[in-house]
């Protein structure tokens, strides 16, 4: 049990982060009082903060991009950028429906001028994934609810009206 400096109160050891500075290898507030101090730090202060990361994300692009798409990959589909790149690999990196290399070519971010990469397209009520599509036909298929009626029906309208 520990007393945290801020808010006074007797916490278990687990409540308080690991330092090295200290004897007892703990800080000498609590996670809740580190938080809210930080929350409020980047309320008062958001110029510092924000300027802070945007020369870390300058200076370290790639390792930040890198670590990005790790978590972003985790979080959002449960894969690893390894598990990723072998889907592309077996995929020879070409969309799963067009066949095609991803072309669209990134303009909003620090890779501006890259071609994204392809799209992770899963199934958004079991979270399983199926195969990697480009961003036009990912589109394309979620804005059809992914509904084989309606692919049907949209394909049957091509059809109708092709060479017209």
């Keep these: 049990m520990k007393q945290c400096t801020k808010c006074k109160l007797t916490k278990p050891l687990e ?8 004897s007892d290898g703990k800080r000498s507030r609590c996670r809740v009082c580190i938080n809210a101090d ?3 730090r980047r309320i008062n202060y958001p110029e510092v903060v924000n300027g802070y990361w945007r020369k870390y994300r300058a200076k370290h692009r790639e390792l930040v991009s890198k670590h990005g798409r790790r978590y972003n990959l985790r979080t959002k589909f449960g894969i690893s950028p390894e ?6 690999m077996r995929q020879e990196n070409v969309c799963m429906i067009c066949k095609q290399p991803e072309t669209n070519v990134e303009t909003r ?3 501006n001028g890259k071609i994204y990469r392809l799209c ?4 958004h009520d079991t979270n399983t994934i199926r195969d990697l ?5 990912n589109s394309i298929f979620a804005n ?8 049907k029906s949209f394909l049957l309208y ?3 009206w092709a060479g017209r």
């Design 83 to 88: 598990v990723y790149d072998g889907m592309a």
């Design 15 to 22: 409540e308080f982060s690991k330092t090295k500075k200290s």
């Design 109 to 111: 971010t620090a890779n």
């Design 133 to 137: 599509l480009c961003r036009n036909c």
């Design 120 to 123: 992770v397209d899963h199934n």
């Design 158 to 160: 091509a059809e109708k």
């Design 38 to 40: 930080e929350r409020q």
């Design 144 to 151: 059809l609810n992914e509904d084989p009626n309606l692919i």
